[in-house]
């Protein structure tokens, strides 16, 4: 069955430094890939979206790498500010077997804290 | 502004009732989505729709129940024959297939 992981429930960065999260995903072919942030008790907001034949997409200090002979998305936050913790969701993106149309499947998600 | 609208934000209900959770987008979108969040689990999807007076099963549709009688509408019944109820809803609303989905802020649905 389709499994996407990512890599932790919680990671912790010291503020200015680089933070990566890692989405990887097995029984799966996916056409693209979203990545969200969510706030405690509100709904996941878009952040970007990178198609199978890209490699990457930046917006302003965030970039999204996707590899899919490793199975791999990498999110990264550079020069991470505290106002940047949240939970980080990836999805991918696919046409579901039986369905004819696309569907996202979502990750459980990563806690980023932001420490001063 | 525009945006996706569910209300209320909190709600409460007995064990063995039915209750219905709205969901209002002025996004002008064709395709709306309800999604379940429980604590250490992904969004899972109950149900979509693509178009106005039709919707498809999501991955765990048994126990809910939706309609789409309007473009800006996409209501959700939560019935009695749902199992474990209580859960983090979340609706949300795209332009087509592959865009971004845009989500509304939450209805937390306690069933006690």
């Known amino acids: 069955s389709q499994k996407i992981e990512q890599n932790s429930e919680a990671l912790n960065i010291q503020e200015g430094k680089t933070a990566t999260l890692t989405c990887n995903y097995t029984?799966?072919?996916?056409?693209?890939l979203q990545w969200y942030r969510q706030d405690p008790g509100r709904g996941p907001v878009f952040l970007l979206l990178i198609r199978e034949n890209e490699k990457e997409k930046r917006k302003e200090r965030l970039k999204v790498t996707f590899d899919t002979t490793l199975k791999q998305s990498l999110f990264h936050i550079t020069a991470s500010q505290p106002a940047d913790s949240a939970t980080y969701l990836c999805a991918l993106g696919g046409v579901a077997s039986g369905a004819g149309s696309y569907q996202l499947t979502f990750g459980k998600g990563t806690k980023l804290s932001v420490i001063p | 502004d525009g945006g996706i609208t569910q209300s209320p934000k909190y709600l409460f209900r007995k064990e063995g009732q039915n209750v219905t959770l709205s969901c209002e987008q002025n996004?002008?979108?064709?395709?709306m989505y309800w999604y379940r969040q429980d604590p250490g689990q992904g969004l899972r999807l109950i149900y979509y729709s693509q178009i106005v007076n039709d919707f498809q099963k999501g991955d765990i549709a048994e126990g809910y129940s939706v309609s789409r009688e309007k473009k800006e509408s996409f209501p959700l019944t939560v019935t009695s024959a749902q199992k474990n109820p209580t859960a983090f809803y979340l609706c949300?609303?795209?332009?087509?297939?592959?865009?971004?989905?845009?989500f509304g802020n939450g209805t937390r649905l306690t069933v006690t």
């Open positions: 996004l002008n979108h064709d395709a």
């Open positions: 949300a609303s795209s332009i087509f297939d592959i865009q971004p989905l845009h």
């Open positions: 029984n799966y072919s996916p056409a693209y």
